[in-house]
């Protein structure tokens, strides 16, 4: 599974844009890039996944360059309640330690602790 | 409610009792997943299952932990002999099978362990 790096954390007025950038610079071709949210004392929740490129949902967007080494998180116009922890994933599907079926487990960071200040 | 519940939501045990956590996925996904997170820390992969079939453990996972997903519906995850090092928040997962479908996995809220 491929190493991430992020910020530990960051600081974003209300309304602002915030992006947080994850490095990923042994990212497999296979490998898939995903961004979970988890607010306190609740599970991660998925928010966006990609392979390349941009993608974009209701929620967030997430920039893709071509070498695919770093992955960006675009929340627009944040809110009090964006205030969370945010971790980026990547991985694909490996051999099992039992079955030889694909290994899905999520290798989680410590994520970027976004604070959004009124 | 449809998503993925988890019970207790807390639980304070004393050293060296055991305890049980229950977990029941979303109907339709296949996959079960459990994690372990301390504070601070991003979850950690403990163990999953493809319907009743447990197919992969991490080395987190000691001999004093183990899981069970009997006819491939709810899963229980069992700690014998508490330590004080296994407080922590207990977090189940579930998921589609099938490619990157896998990675959107849902997260129930939690248990949170405390072994005093």
């Known amino acids: 599974l491929a190493k991430t790096t992020q910020p530990i954390s960051m600081d974003s007025y209300e309304g602002q844009e915030v992006n947080i950038t994850c490095s990923h610079n042994?990212?497999?071709?296979?490998?898939?890039i995903t961004w979970y949210q988890q607010f306190p004392s609740q599970g991660p929740r998925f928010i966006i996944q990609?392979?390349?490129t941009k993608v974009t949902n209701e929620v967030a967007s997430l920039f893709i360059p071509a070498d695919r080494k770093s992955s960006t998180l675009s929340l627009p116009r944040v809110s009090l309640s964006d205030t969370a922890v945010y971790y980026c994933?990547?991985?694909?599907?490996?051999?099992?330690?039992?079955?030889?079926?694909?290994?899905?487990?999520?290798?989680f960071g410590k994520g970027t602790k976004l604070s959004v200040i009124p | 409610d449809t998503g993925v519940s988890q019970n207790p939501r807390h639980k304070i045990t004393k050293r060296g009792q055991n305890v049980t956590f229950r977990c029941d996925p979303i109907?339709?996904?296949?996959?079960l997943y459990w994690y372990r997170q301390t504070l601070g820390q991003g979850p950690e992969f403990l163990t999953y299952?493809?319907?009743?079939?447990?197919?992969?453990k991490s080395r987190l996972l000691s001999d004093r932990f183990s899981a069970e997903r009997p006819k491939g519906s709810f899963s229980t995850l069992e700690i014998q002999r508490t330590e004080q090092g296994d407080s922590a928040m207990y977090l189940c997962?579930?998921?589609?099978?099938?490619?990157?479908?896998?990675?959107?996995?849902?997260f129930g809220p939690g248990t949170r362990l405390t072994v005093t």
């Open positions: 997962a579930s998921s589609l099978t099938g490619g990157q479908s896998s990675y959107e996995q849902y």
């Open positions: 042994n990212i497999a071709t296979n490998d898939y």
């Open positions: 990609g392979y390349k």
């Open positions: 994933l990547v991985g694909s599907s490996g051999l099992g330690a039992y079955s030889g079926a694909g290994s899905y487990q999520l290798t």
């Open positions: 109907s339709e996904h296949n996959r």
């Open positions: 299952f493809q319907n009743e079939a447990q197919l992969e």
